[in-house]
C-alpha cells in the first residue's frame, strides 16, 4: 500500500530562520511526492512536485523539497520563514498509474516574530 | 480564471438530519473529487468522477452517503441521515482527466465545514 507519514504534528520557528518539515513515504511502485499548503478558511494549494524529473524540486514562495530514495524521504524546506509562511502543510503520494491522492496527516507550522 | 466553488461554507445540523453540499468545478476539468478531512487528519478521498461517471467510490459509506454529477459538470455530495462522526470540512476539487500512468493536477476548494451536534 502506498502511504505518507509526516513525522512531526507540529513545527515551530523563529522568522528568518530555517523551515524543515519531514516526510517519509511508502510505496510499491515509482511514487510521485507533492507538499500541499493549506492556509486557514483557505482551499489547498500545491507547493511542489516530484514526478520522478531531477530530485530536488523548487516550489512556490521559496520553498524545496529532495526525494531521496534510499531513505524513501521527502522533506520540505525553505532556508528563511516568513510570518506568512504559518499554515497547514500536507505531504502526498499518487501511486504510479493512479490519479488517487494519499494524504499525511499534516504538520502544522507556526511561525513567531 | 474562476477556482473551484462549494457552498455552502459552513453548516450546523443535528445528527439523523440530512445535509447536501455542492461543488462547481474549474470550466474544462473533466474529473472532479471529494474528499473529506476530519479535523486533525489530512483529506480522504469519499469520490472521484470523470465526467458523470465514478471512476472510483471504493472509500464513500454508501449506507449514507451520495454524491452525483449528472451533467458532467457541478456535483452534489449528500449525507443521509448524518452521525456525529461526519463533522468534518468536506473538499471539492478538480482536474483535468490524467493521462494513463501520470498526473494532472487537482485544485480545491475552500470546502465546506459539517458540524453535527
Known amino acids: 500500500a502506498q502511504s505518507v507519514t509526516q513525522l512531526d504534528s507540529h513545527v515551530s520557528v523563529s522568522e528568518g530562520t530555517p523551515v524543515l518539515l519531514r516526510c517519509n513515504y511508502s510505496?510499491?511502485?515509482?511514487?510521485?511526492l507533492f507538499w500541499y499548503v493549506q492556509h486557514p478558511n483557505k482551499g489547498l494549494q500545491l507547493l511542489l512536485k516530484?514526478?520522478?524529473?531531477?530530485?530536488l524540486v523548487k516550489g512556490i514562495n521559496g520553498f524545496e523539497a529532495e526525494f531521496k530514495k534510499s531513505e524513501t524521504s521527502f522533506h520540505l524546506t525553505k532556508p528563511s520563514a516568513h510570518m506568512s509562511d504559518a499554515a497547514e502543510y500536507f505531504c502526498?503520494?499518487?501511486?504510479?498509474?493512479?490519479?488517487?491522492?494519499?494524504f499525511g496527516a499534516g504538520t502544522r507550522l507556526t511561525v513567531k516574530p | 480564471e474562476a477556482g473551484v466553488a462549494q457552498s455552502p461554507r459552513y453548516k450546523i445540523i443535528e445528527k439523523r438530519q440530512s445535509v447536501a453540499f455542492w461543488c462547481n468545478p474549474i470550466?474544462?476539468?473533466?474529473?472532479l473529487y471529494w474528499y473529506q478531512q476530519i479535523l486533525g487528519q489530512g483529506p480522504k478521498l469519499l469520490i472521484q468522477?470523470?465526467?458523470?461517471?465514478?471512476?472510483?467510490d471504493s472509500q464513500l459509506p454508501k449506507d449514507r452517503f451520495s454524491a452525483e454529477r449528472l451533467k458532467g459538470v457541478d456535483s452534489t455530495l449528500k449525507i443521509q441521515p448524518a452521525k456525529l462522526e461526519d463533522s468534518a470540512v468536506y473538499l471539492c476539487?478538480?482536474?483535468?482527466?490524467?493521462?494513463?500512468?501520470?498526473?494532472?493536477?487537482?485544485?480545491f476548494g475552500p470546502g465546506t465545514r459539517l458540524t453535527v451536534t
Open positions: 516530484y514526478t520522478s524529473a531531477a530530485t
Open positions: 510505496s510499491s511502485y515509482s511514487p510521485s
Open positions: 476539487a478538480s482536474s483535468l482527466v490524467p493521462p494513463s500512468g501520470f498526473y494532472n493536477e487537482q485544485y
Open positions: 468522477f470523470q465526467n458523470n461517471g465514478v471512476v472510483d
Open positions: 470550466s474544462g476539468h473533466a474529473t
Open positions: 502526498v503520494v499518487i501511486p504510479y498509474n493512479n490519479n488517487d491522492m494519499r
